[in-house]
């Protein structure tokens, strides 16, 4: 039988810093493909993949993330890395909100085409992909590059527009006292500016 959508639930982590658009096309498109009834965005709090030391804090970065989607009614914010000590490992997340949630409810972890060939380095990516449909946002020319195929053959596949958006550039073009306006939502670009980040 399959499940209604409530009973789907999409989880998109990162350390966003700071969260864009990009990451909220990426969530509303795996979102509308997967049938998905919510979508949690999770900010990393310790990433072990990412030793930037002018990160802004945890703190700063999941607020960004609420502002960004406090409009979207499907979307949440989710503190579950933040209310945990030391790294943040994406299989230890999704053991935890499998037991929370219970084994009636589905698990799709969406992750960007650029993420596809590192995932064998995570810890434990077969745990990864037991416990969720790992969905690969990809934009029109993106490749796989050296991604294991005996895990991409277990992953879906989702199609988004092309909008050629990251994190590190934004955070370049505040130091050059560049504009960052439509890359993040207005509500991002204030708290950026009143906070004094990235400079």
């Known amino acids: 039988m399959d499940l209604n959508p409530e009973q789907r639930i999409g989880l998109l982590g990162g350390v966003f810093d700071p969260v864009h658009n990009g990451h909220l096309i990426a969530a ?8 998905l009834g919510q979508v949690m965005f999770i900010p990393a709090s310790d990433p072990p993949h990412k030793r930037d030391t002018g990160m802004a804090s945890a703190e700063a970065r999941a607020e960004m993330v609420r502002l960004a989607i406090q409009d979207h009614p499907r979307f949440e914010l989710s503190p579950i890395e933040l209310r945990r000590a030391g790294r943040s490992y994406t299989v230890d997340t999704l053991s935890e909100l499998h037991q929370t949630l219970g084994e009636k409810t589905a698990l799709f972890l969406i992750i960007g085409a650029d993420n596809v060939s590192e995932i ?7 745990r990864i992909l037991d416990l969720a449909t790992v969905v690969v946002v990809r934009r029109p020319g993106a490749t796989l590059g050296r991604a294991d195929p005996a895990l991409t053959q277990r992953m879906r ?20 006292g560049r504009s960052i306006r439509y890359l993040v939502p207005r509500e991002v670009e204030s708290y950026i500016c009143e906070h004094g980040l990235y400079r």
């Open 28 to 35: 509303e498109a795996a979102r509308e493909a997967c049938g």
């Open 157 to 176: 596949f989702v199609e988004t527009p092309f909008i050629e958006i990251s994190s590190t550039d934004i955070r370049r073009r505040i130091r050059e």
């Open 120 to 126: 064998s380095s995570w810890h434990r990516p077969d």
